[in-house]
């Protein structure tokens, strides 16, 4: 009876695993907004979710401005990417976040060369790697999640400013939920340093980022919409409207999900049992960069999210 019995249950587990599987693959981004015209800026682009986020918006007709640290690799992205999607307006930009000079430079050369950006996506990240330290002297985890763009957002923000309405994504993670800051030892001079730790304290600075940063951005600015003009032609009226984000800069935060990328490669050496099982066919329930990259998205073009400037997305 067992013989007869295995086919059913070999269906049943298999049926589960399909379910299991389109449960962790998450929402899509249904939006068909298209973003010609647009330029976007994605940090970390080269691989993963990054370059996943990249292709999805070069479809769209978006000028992509790949921001890497390895050129080589972002080159042979970006061509691929030409390739895929048929865009050819996708360039790559040198940038190493954990350099304040590379940061520095990488947004004066954009600031002169860049005529617009419309959504700038602080992706780039890097997970419980050794407690190494910046040429800066910063811990690596927070200069790079968090440091680097917090100083490339705000160096940034004229260009945002001026081609409202515009929107700053941040990449952030689940992790945050167990992070704390310690502004007394942001680089575990004192505290004995760990890895799960200092990128907790990185995604929660993301996170806090984002709302304080919402939060700054709100108040009175003057509306472009040809509706107004076609409403009043009184200039005082409509200099008095106020947009949902004040300046018409938007922030964002995201969980993008648990993603089979090159973020967790360090992960082993730290826990080596949770190293074998992401090594082995649980992967197959983790998310692939397509499915992980499709909150990006969804916070990069869906109409109407500016009255949630600030939120946490998942």
Same mark, same amino acid.
């Given at each position: 009876p067992s013989i007869h $019995?295995?086919?059913?249950?070999?269906?049943?587990?298999?049926?589960?695993?399909?379910?299991?599987? @389109?449960?962790? &693959?998450?929402?899509?981004?249904?939006?068909?907004?298209?973003? #010609?015209? @647009?330029?976007?800026?994605?940090?970390?682009?080269? *691989?993963?979710?990054? @370059?996943? /986020?990249? +292709?999805?918006?070069?479809?769209r007709g978006a000028r992509v401005v790949m921001a890497c640290r390895d050129l080589t690799r972002a080159e042979r992205a970006a061509e691929e990417i030409r390739q895929t999607t048929g865009n050819g307006n996708v360039v790559i930009r040198h940038l190493d976040l954990a350099s304040v000079y590379s940061v520095r430079q990488f947004a004066k050369d954009f600031l002169e060369t860049e005529d617009r950006l419309d959504v700038l996506i602080n992706n780039a990240g890097v997970m419980m790697c050794p407690k190494w330290l910046t040429e800066d002297g910063f811990e690596t985890q927070l200069a790079v999640n968090h440091l680097g763009h917090f100083l490339l957002t705000n160096l940034l923000l004229p260009k945002l400013k001026s081609s409202t309405p515009s929107r700053v994504v941040n990449v952030s993670s689940i992790a945050h939920r167990g992070g704390r800051i310690d502004f007394d030892d942001l680089f575990f001079g004192r505290r004995l340093y760990s890895p799960l730790d200092?990128? +907790?304290?990185? @995604?929660?600075?993301?996170?806090?980022?984002? !709302?304080?940063?919402?939060? !700054?951005?709100?108040?009175?600015?003057?509306? !472009?919409?040809?509706?107004?003009?076609?409403? /009043?032609?009184? *200039? #005082?009226? !409509?200099?008095?409207?106020?947009?949902?984000?004040?300046?018409?800069?938007?922030?964002?935060?995201?969980?993008?999900?648990?993603? +089979?990328?090159? $973020?967790? +490669?360090?992960?082993?050496?730290?826990?080596? $049992?949770?190293?074998?099982?992401?090594?082995?066919?649980?992967?197959?329930?983790?998310?692939?960069?397509?499915?992980?990259?499709?909150?990006?998205?969804?916070? &990069?073009v869906t109409p109407g999210l500016e009255a949630r400037s600030g939120r946490y997305f998942r």
């Amino acid at each position: 009876p067992s013989i007869h $019995l295995l086919p059913l249950i070999c269906f049943r587990v298999t049926g589960g695993v399909v379910v299991l599987r @389109k449960w962790i &693959a998450g929402g899509v981004c249904t939006c068909l907004v298209r973003l #010609d015209g @647009k330029t976007v800026l994605i940090t970390g682009a080269n *691989t993963g979710i990054g @370059k996943e /986020t990249s +292709r999805e918006l070069a479809q769209r007709g978006a000028r992509v401005v790949m921001a890497c640290r390895d050129l080589t690799r972002a080159e042979r992205a970006a061509e691929e990417i030409r390739q895929t999607t048929g865009n050819g307006n996708v360039v790559i930009r040198h940038l190493d976040l954990a350099s304040v000079y590379s940061v520095r430079q990488f947004a004066k050369d954009f600031l002169e060369t860049e005529d617009r950006l419309d959504v700038l996506i602080n992706n780039a990240g890097v997970m419980m790697c050794p407690k190494w330290l910046t040429e800066d002297g910063f811990e690596t985890q927070l200069a790079v999640n968090h440091l680097g763009h917090f100083l490339l957002t705000n160096l940034l923000l004229p260009k945002l400013k001026s081609s409202t309405p515009s929107r700053v994504v941040n990449v952030s993670s689940i992790a945050h939920r167990g992070g704390r800051i310690d502004f007394d030892d942001l680089f575990f001079g004192r505290r004995l340093y760990s890895p799960l730790d200092s990128y +907790r304290q990185s @995604k929660l600075a993301n996170v806090l980022f984002s !709302r304080e940063l919402a939060r !700054r951005l709100k108040g009175p600015c003057k509306q !472009r919409s040809q509706t107004y003009s076609q409403v /009043t032609t009184n *200039t #005082d009226l !409509r200099s008095c409207l106020t947009c949902p984000t004040g300046v018409g800069v938007s922030s964002f935060c995201l969980h993008p999900g648990v993603i +089979r990328t090159e $973020l967790g +490669r360090h992960v082993q050496g730290w826990f080596p $049992l949770l190293g074998m099982l992401l090594s082995i066919p649980s992967l197959l329930l983790m998310k692939t960069p397509h499915q992980g990259c499709q909150t990006s998205v969804y916070c &990069a073009v869906t109409p109407g999210l500016e009255a949630r400037s600030g939120r946490y997305f998942r």
